[in-house]
């Protein structure tokens, strides 16, 4: 197929410095993004800053130092705040998606008892599906899981009439970390809302690839990770409408998150500080802000056209090849391909690719019942980003067709 980005891909490259490294006497090709994201130099450079320039605690002291890391911090803030599309108050920093979603799960799990119902489905990944099973274990709800069809989408039909009177959240990924299937929000949310339920939304994935707004998807809440938006580990984003998180009890104490503490009474503090316990991820938050920021500056329908792209191109260069089975072929899905080989276990792929300067996953992808719904252990999965290129796709696709050649 054609390939006529609208975007300086070259560009763009040169501002990530490990994409220039060499593996095994090759050229970084890394398509491992759906794990983590590579780092552009905007992002370096505002932590960079923060610890060269002058670091200090936030929100707490009165000096010059704790005034201008205070102020970069909540400039992180309103910077994720506009790239989700959210109202000034409902973005909470955690240390991840993971920590956003046990946050909510232990704050809705007050209220939660035997036979309530939280609907997930067999696509989540284990972030979306622990926290819930605490859940089953310690509070009796019973945990429903919506079934997923053979080319990898959710089967609404099937899905629909799972949510009922006794649900009281449906928790489900907006784009899958394994099959790239994004999921149709729409008609969940309505249901769901319909019967009074609250609906959470794991955009781990689809933060990354789709424009993001919060209030035109009326998602209860919404979870994303620093490390696959180009940002730092550590750091990750809880939005939850101002209703929602007036009415979440804290998940954590210490500093930071009361209104007053005596020997006989304590009182918390209003979202978002009341979740956001003792010191933050300062320089990790920044350089979170520096990413989204980053991120705004290109047209999101155009990065997604571009990442579909080089997908396309891919599977148009291994079509026909039938000791290749793709895991998720779900029309418009996003830019992930999973898939096994014939006689070859999907770490052995992995080091074989390696050998050839090609960086992807293998294994479970925590998921491990989307796996148990394929009927695999594991596969090994190719995860495309806004910085890979026509030739890398073109690289993977040679070193694919030479890994197998190991296992013939």
Known sequence: MAFDAPLDIEAIREQFPVLSRQINGRTLVYLDNAASAQKPRAVIRAMTDVMEGGYANVHRGLHTLANETTEAYEKARLSVTRFLGANEGE?????GGTEAINL???GLGQT??????ILITQMEHHSNIVPWHFLRERKGVVLRFAPVTETGELDLAA???MINDRTRVVSLTQMSNVLGTINPLQAITEAAHAV????????????VHLAIDVKALDCDFYVCTGHKLYGPTGIGVLYGKAERLAALPPYQGGGEMIGTVSETKITYADPPMRFEAGTPPIIEAIGLGAAVEWMMRFDRAAVAAHEKALYDRVIERLDGANWLRVIGTAPDKGAILS???AGAHPHDIAQILDK????????????????ARFGVTASARASFALYNSLTEADAFS????????FFA
């Open 91 to 95: 973005i909470v920093f955690t240390k």
């Open 356 to 371: 050839q300067g090609v960086a992807v996953r293998a294994g479970a992808h925590c998921a491990e019942p989307l796996m």
């Open 112 to 117: 939660l008892g035997e036979g309530d119902e």
């Open 339 to 341: 898939f096994t080989i």
């Open 398 to 405: 040679d070193a694919l067709v030479k890994a197998r050649s």
């Open 104 to 106: 909510v799960a232990a």
């Open 196 to 207: 009074g339920a609250m609906v959470l939304v794991d955009g781990c994935q689809g933060a």
């Open 159 to 161: 899905t629909l009439p």
